[in-house]
């Protein structure tokens, strides 16, 4: 086992589907079955949710919402989906143990933020779930993501995409020549701009060393296989680059 305790990143878009808004019942299931299916090979799991299937930035500014405020709409987004994703969860294996910890105080809903409380969840084999990023407006939940990961302890950060299985030397729907990375430099990936994640979220996994897995959610099985040692998508880390 190549990790024990991993925090996943998930989009709000990843529980929508191909619709880009709400809820799709594959989609949600989806999610629901690869995180059980990391729980049964007794890695820890935890996961921070986006919220960008219910409420995107562009609205805010379509709508002349300030930036604080459309901030604080999203990350109420992101625990209506903590919620969803732990009914799902529930309903796919009604004997596992979800927990949804969230940043902002919504105590009939959810249980607060608590470092320590969320760790010994983990070590009690309880799914956790990560939501309202860190309760500040102008985060996206890229740093967020990252900084649970630390503050939890987890050994990597597996950032789930939708059908894009890695990051590439350029955008591959405009360059036919661009080619994926295999591994990829903390420094390179800030460097290029490679906007694999948001570039202070990177500069945090490079000054702690947190191995950070970019790969395709809709393959079936790829965060198993990551776990367990095999190479999928992209990883960035302090080593080399290396192209596929």
Not at 39 to 50: K, N, S
Not at 60 to 67: A, C, P, S, T, V
Not at 207 to 226: E, K
Request: aromatic fraction near 6%; proline fraction near 3%.
């Amino acid at each position: 086992m190549r990790y024990r305790r991993v925090l996943m990143k998930l989009s709000g878009g990843a529980l929508a589907g191909d619709g880009g808004w709400g809820f799709d019942k594959q989609a949600v299931e989806h999610i629901a079955d690869e995180v059980l299916d990391l729980h049964q090979i007794g890695v820890e799991v935890g996961v921070v949710i986006g919220g960008g299937n219910i409420f995107r930035g562009e609205l805010g500014e379509q709508w002349g919402i300030e930036r604080a405020e459309a901030d604080n709409i999203g990350m109420l987004a992101t625990v209506i989906n903590g919620l969803m994703l732990r009914g799902a969860l529930n309903a796919r294996h009604e004997s596992v143990d979800v927990r949804v910890m969230t940043a902002i105080p919504i105590n009939a809903v959810a249980e607060p933020y608590i470092r320590l409380r969320a760790i010994s969840h983990l070590e009690g084999g309880r799914i956790v779930l990560l939501v309202a990023g860190t309760g500040n407006p102008y985060v996206t939940t890229d740093y967020p993501a990252v900084q649970r990961a630390l503050e939890l302890r987890a050994e990597a950060l597996l950032a789930a995409k939708n059908g894009v299985d890695g990051i590439y030397t350029a955008d591959p729907r405009r360059d036919p020549s661009a080619r994926r990375y295999r591994a990829l430099a903390y420094d390179t990936a800030i460097r290029e701009n490679l906007r694999a994640l948001d570039q202070s979220a990177v500069l945090l996994a490079r000054d702690h060393d947190l191995p950070v897995h970019v790969f395709d959610f809709d393959q079936r099985g790829a965060m198993r296989r990551i776990c367990l040692g095999e190479d999928v998508g992209t990883l960035i880390s302090k080593g080399a680059d290396e192209l596929a």
